[in-house]
């Protein structure tokens, strides 16, 4: 059988930690945060909520949203010590959200289409413009996106380039970034010839992978994913790499690369306080 990548796992590849990639996908090491298992409980009751508001053909319902916690609290093995947290997340939540439930085509249906998983939280038509939108929630306290950082992300080039196989014939696949905690939405529109090129980023990534494996060399290198992993790291927990005087090319790379990383996590971390406070 051929492999099936996670969108996050060639996302960290994209990122360029490929220690990240081996310790996460191959050894299978546990990096879940009581934040992850929040959004994990979180996915959970806004999918038995949608599933309760189609059934139901209505758009916001503070009934259904109360038995669709219970629902889907029961559904994930989430502590009972984060429960009141993901109460309170939830009620915020339910009294902004609404759908229309004609608009809806599908709800975290996992698909893995060219050998790659990917599991939209909510897929939905636009009618004005012969759209899809794909909407994935984020429910951590990292601070909504630029339109431009939306469209760098690798994961709104893969989801909307395998929406546009499972749902053809739309002109405009439209991703959108829902920044729970401060209520805000991001979006980004791909026509579908934008999207023919994603093939070859999903295809060097899995390169990168299989080399990786052949080779047995996982470099951990300084990147985007530093803000928010929390492995154990050759790089960061090793003092030694980064010798107090620089004599390789190599070394002021390295050195470099890590400097660029940590001012880019300090940046990500005042602006979240910074939306955290004002929250």
Same mark, same amino acid.
């Given at each position: 059988?051929?492999? +099936?990548?996670?969108?996050?796992?060639?996302? %960290?590849?994209?990122?360029?930690?490929?220690h990240r990639v @081996?310790?996460?996908?191959?050894?299978g090491v546990d990096d879940t945060t009581d934040l992850a298992l929040i959004g994990q409980g979180f996915a959970a009751? $806004?999918?038995?909520?949608? @599933?309760?508001l189609v059934a139901a053909n209505i758009g &916001?319902?503070?009934?259904?949203?109360? %038995?669709?916690? +219970?629902e889907g609290v029961a559904s994930v093995p989430i502590p009972a010590r984060l429960i009141p947290e993901l109460k309170t997340l939830w009620d915020f939540h339910a009294e902004k959200f609404e759908m229309d439930p004609s608009r809806f085509v599908a709800a975290e249906e996992s698909g893995t289409e060219g050998g790659i998983a990917w599991t939209p939280d909510l897929v939905q038509v636009l009618p004005d413009i012969n759209g899809l939108e794909i909407v994935d929630d984020k429910s951590g306290?990292?601070?909504?996106?630029?339109?431009?950082?939306? *469209?760098?992300?690798? &994961?709104?080039?893969?989801?909307?380039r395998y929406a546009r196989d499972r749902f053809p014939n739309f002109s405009r696949y439209v991703f959108t970034i829902y920044?729970? *905690?401060?209520?805000?939405?991001?979006?980004?529109?791909?026509?579908?010839d934008e999207l023919d090129s994603v093939d070859t980023e999903i295809d060097a990534a899995i390169a990168t992978?299989?080399?990786? $494996?052949?080779?047995?060399?996982?470099?951990?290198?300084?990147g985007p994913s530093c803000r928010f992993c929390t492995l154990a790291c050759p790089v960061v927990d090793n003092a030694a790499l980064v010798p107090? *005087? #620089?004599?390789?090319?190599? &070394?002021?790379?390295?050195? %470099?690369?890590?400097?660029?990383?940590?001012?880019? &996590? #300090?940046?990500?971390?005042? @602006?979240?306080? $910074?939306?955290y406070c004002a929250a």
């Open positions: 059988m051929l492999p +099936v990548y996670r969108r996050s796992e060639l996302e %960290a590849v994209v990122d360029g930690c490929l @081996k310790a996460l996908w191959i050894d009751v $806004k999918h038995a909520y949608i @599933k309760r &916001q319902d503070a009934d259904e949203a109360r %038995a669709a916690f +219970v306290w990292a601070p909504p996106m630029t339109e431009d950082e939306l *469209r760098r992300l690798f &994961q709104a080039r893969v989801y909307s920044a729970i *905690r401060f209520n805000v939405r991001v979006s980004v529109v791909f026509t579908p992978i299989e080399g990786a $494996k052949h080779t047995g060399h996982w470099p951990a290198i300084p107090a *005087r #620089l004599s390789l090319p190599e &070394q002021a790379v390295n050195a %470099a690369a890590w400097v660029l990383a940590a001012e880019g &996590q #300090l940046k990500a971390v005042k @602006k979240a306080l $910074k939306a």
